[in-house]
């Protein structure tokens, strides 16, 4: 079946970098665009970005170009999300969702502390 | 972007009530939108798809409607398992695939 499997929590100071990942299974990799969702504490969801896993081709959501870098590596089937220059309204559970049927990863908590 | 416009934010109902939440596109979306339940410390799980496809191994009491720009989400007869937060969500043509706000489902 298709699995979507995370890195584990991160937790990271104001100014820095954080990367997930987001092993897949289950299905051909390169087949379907991921993209990345995240949801703060308490809040709604909120689309990051997407990628092409065959192309490598991105799409970003308007309030993080600059700041959010989507890779991949497809002899693996892992797909990463970067994101840099964190402040601590980055706080949130990032997820990875496949498109086409909409499989979700379990989910990321990013928190960032001073 | 197209905004997905979502109410109630919050309702309360009886185990047995139809409960029905509405989303609103700002735009003609066709039918892609999908529904979601997401349960506290869990990842959203697809409950419709294309806007009235109910996703494999979902339970019948659960259904979507609509085309367009108005579509509605509906269950019948509540259960207690039901207590959940739903949203709504758009993946017509590019991305970014929008989100509504979300709906909390309280039981009475």
């Known amino acids: 079946q298709v699995q979507l499997v995370q890195s584990g929590a991160e937790v990271k100071k104001p100014g820095a970098s954080v990367k997930v990942s987001c092993k897949a299974s289950g299905y051909t990799f390169i087949s379907y665009h991921l993209n990345w969702v995240r949801q703060a504490p308490g809040q709604g969801l909120e689309w990051v970005g997407w990628?092409?896993?065959?192309?490598?081709?991105?799409g970003y959501a308007q309030k993080f170009q600059g700041r959010v870098i989507m890779t991949r590596n497809t002899s693996i089937s892992t797909a990463y999300m970067e994101l840099s220059s964190l402040r601590s309204e980055d706080t949130a559970v990032y997820y990875c969702a496949r498109e086409g049927g909409w499989a979700w990863g379990q989910g990321t908590l990013v928190t960032v502390s001073s | 972007d197209i905004q997905m416009t979502q109410s109630p934010s919050s309702l309360s109902a009886s185990v047995g009530d139809t409960v029905t939440i509405t989303c609103q596109a700002s735009?003609?979306?066709?039918?892609?939108l999908n529904w979601y339940q997401q349960k506290p410390g869990k990842a959203p799980k697809l409950l419709i798809y294309?806007?009235?496809n109910l996703e494999t191994g979902v339970p019948s009491r659960f259904s979507g409607g609509g085309s367009g720009t108005d579509f509605t989400f509906t269950i019948s007869s509540l259960q207690p398992e039901d207590i959940a937060t739903f949203f709504c969500?758009?993946?017509?043509?590019?991305?970014?695939?929008?989100f509504g706000q979300g709906t909390k489902l309280e039981i009475k």
């Open positions: 969500q758009q993946y017509y043509n590019l991305p970014p695939y929008t």
């Open positions: 990628m092409n896993p065959n192309s490598g081709s991105t």
């Open positions: 735009q003609d979306i066709s039918t892609y």
């Open positions: 294309d806007a009235s």
